[in-house]
């Protein structure tokens, strides 16, 4: 990692340094991996679903994150100034109802068994499975380190609305994003109040 990469370091949050902790006691363990499938029926458009994902990877530092835990005292999050998912495509489309089931659960597996590199993955991961010609499953994975049940909800609104911008051409306007270290500033303030 380069210096000109970092754009900021900071302490991790209380639950984020247990989940750290239980994440090194077993690094092939899946407890703490997070995986959503969702089905896109309609004109899915598989280019502006990525760049949709990589402008809310710029807009939330939190997405652009890795865990440094070496040579430290104290695990730190490390904020990098440039991420981007790559989303992973495969076509199911010429196989027979039954066996795309068992593709996208043979996907699901292979993906929950592939652990996540905290301290240099980009941390979330994407697969398109194609079922016909507008319809798909998408296998949105990450560890819970990264987010929680509320960001999740938080995230996936703003990304349809990034994604519904950008297919109708215009660029998506939200309000300014608070970057996380602001809550982490805010925890620091509360344990010595």
Same mark, same amino acid.
């Given at each position: !990692?380069?210096?000109?990469d970092?754009?900021?370091?900071y302490?991790?949050?209380?639950? +984020? #340094?247990?989940?750290?902790?239980?994440?090194?006691?077993?690094? +092939?363990?899946?407890?703490?991996?997070?995986?959503?499938? @969702?089905?896109l029926?309609?004109?899915?458009?598989?280019?502006? @679903?990525?760049?949709? %994902?990589?402008?809310?990877?710029?807009?939330?530092?939190?997405?652009r994150?890795?865990?440094?835990? #070496?040579?430290?005292?104290?695990?730190? +999050?490390? &904020?990098?100034?440039? /991420? +981007?998912?790559?989303?992973?495509?495969?076509?199911?489309?010429?196989?027979?109802? &039954?066996?795309?089931?068992?593709?996208?659960?043979?996907?699901?597996?292979?993906? /929950?068994?592939?652990?996540?590199? $905290?301290?240099?993955? &980009?941390? !979330?991961?994407f697969? =398109?499975?194609?079922? =016909?010609?507008?319809?798909? %499953? !998408? *296998? %949105?994975?990450?560890?819970? *380190? $990264?987010?929680?049940? %509320?960001? &999740?909800? *938080?995230?996936?609104?703003? @990304? *349809?609305?990034?994604?519904?911008?950008?297919?109708?051409?215009?660029?998506?306007? @939200? =309000?300014?994003?608070?970057?996380?270290?602001?809550?982490?500033?805010?925890?620091?303030?509360?344990?010595f =109040?």
């Open positions: !990692m380069k210096k000109n970092l754009q900021d370091i302490p991790l949050a209380p639950l +984020q #340094e247990g989940l750290l902790f239980h994440y090194l006691s077993d690094e +092939q363990s899946n407890a703490y991996f997070e995986q959503i499938t @969702f089905r029926q309609g004109e899915v458009d598989l280019c502006l @679903f990525e760049a949709s %994902w990589n402008l809310l990877l710029q807009r939330h530092d939190i997405l994150t890795v865990f440094s835990h #070496e040579k430290t005292n104290r695990p730190l +999050q490390v &904020v990098l100034r440039q /991420r +981007q998912i790559e989303l992973r495509y495969h076509d199911l489309s010429y196989l027979p109802s &039954v066996e795309q089931q068992q593709q996208l659960q043979h996907y699901q597996q292979q993906d /929950r068994h592939q652990p996540f590199n $905290l301290t240099k993955d &980009v941390l !979330m991961r697969y =398109a499975l194609q079922r =016909a010609t507008d319809d798909y %499953w !998408m *296998i %949105w994975s990450h560890p819970h *380190i $990264l987010l929680d049940g %509320w960001s &999740v909800g *938080i995230l996936y609104r703003e @990304f *349809i609305q990034t994604y519904q911008a950008f297919k109708q051409g215009l660029k998506p306007s @939200f =309000a300014n994003a608070v970057p996380y270290v602001r809550y982490i500033q805010w925890l620091c303030t509360r344990q =109040a």
